[in-house]
């Protein structure tokens, strides 16, 4: 009986530390909180040296300035996690004025219409940059004020917003050649297809070296059409991110962080 009584004991004792252990196990052990996803736009073909779109047999592959920003971003903010969605200018601009747009885009404030602040607001500037008038070395005229394009074509990009030149495109005293990549305007008016093209100063080269032209084989004006604030542009329902994302920038910015990225880019 001494002996049966005993075993009847053991099973409870070890019933009470196994439970014990696995307490203090799961007390221990790491807690895994789902991370919040957010949209980013990329559009069908980048915009180098901000993004580049490479896409493979394997799937698409991003990099550029974007993308290095926003890995040292979720690096130090674990929380967060980006997913990629593609779609062309000029439909991003229509989900963007039905405020239905991805969470974030690379964008300039000055470049959007008044009512897309009820739906999206701007983080701290990540960079400041140009547009420009691109012609041909050789060229006759120089561009210094839009009256000197009277009578000219000009490539520009479909779905863009080009302030005061769309007046004049409409009232026909410059002839717009609208196409859908940079790429095309760039070898329309490397093949003296038009006159001009509007470009960014820091953008520009790139498609250029994309398609085999150097930046000696052009001019690019001195006047700026506009000068640009680039910015993360965030849907309003992602207050999280905004506020995280802003206080990133804000110390990138005053580590270095921000412009070693830069000068990996840009020289």
């Known amino acids: 009986m001494h002996r049966y009584i005993n075993s009847c004991k053991r099973p409870g004792l070890f019933k009470i530390v196994f439970a014990a252990a696995i307490s203090i196990s799961l007390l221990l052990a790491p807690t895994f909180v789902r991370?919040?996803?957010?949209?980013?736009?990329t559009g069908p073909n980048g915009y180098p040296p901000f993004l580049f779109v490479d896409e493979r047999a394997d799937g698409v592959r991003y990099s550029g300035i974007i993308v290095d920003l926003?890995?040292?971003?979720?690096?130090?903010?674990?929380?967060?996690?980006?997913?990629?969605n593609s779609m062309s200018r000029t439909r991003a601009n229509l989900q963007i004025q039905r405020g239905k747009f991805s969470d974030l885009m690379f964008f300039s404030e000055e470049f959007a219409e008044p009512s897309t602040l009820d739906s999206y607001q701007f983080t701290h500037t990540l960079f400041e940059s140009k547009d420009v008038v691109v012609t041909r070395q050789g060229d006759t005229y120089t561009y210094r004020k839009p009256e000197d394009l009277h009578g000219k074509s000009v490539a520009v990009i479909r779905g863009y917003t080009y302030w005061e030149f769309d007046e004049l495109f409409e009232e026909g005293f410059i002839s717009p050649f609208r196409v859908d990549r940079h790429v095309q305007a760039i070898g329309m008016l490397a093949k003296g297809r038009v006159d001009a093209y509007f470009g960014n100063m820091h953008v520009t080269p790139y498609y250029m070296k994309e398609i085999g032209l150097s930046t000696e084989e052009f001019n690019f004006s001195q006047v700026p059409l506009s000068e640009i604030s680039y910015a993360f542009m965030i849907h309003r329902e992602k207050k999280k991110l905004f506020d995280a994302l802003n206080t990133f920038i804000k110390n990138?910015?005053?580590?270095?962080?921000?412009?070693?990225?830069?000068?990996?880019?840009?020289?």
């Open 35 to 41: 991370a919040e996803s957010y949209l980013v736009h």
């Open 70 to 84: 926003l890995d040292s971003f979720e690096s130090m903010n674990p929380e967060f996690e980006r997913r990629y």
């Open 252 to 267: 990138a910015t005053s580590d270095g962080t921000l412009q070693r990225i830069l000068d990996q880019y840009i020289k």
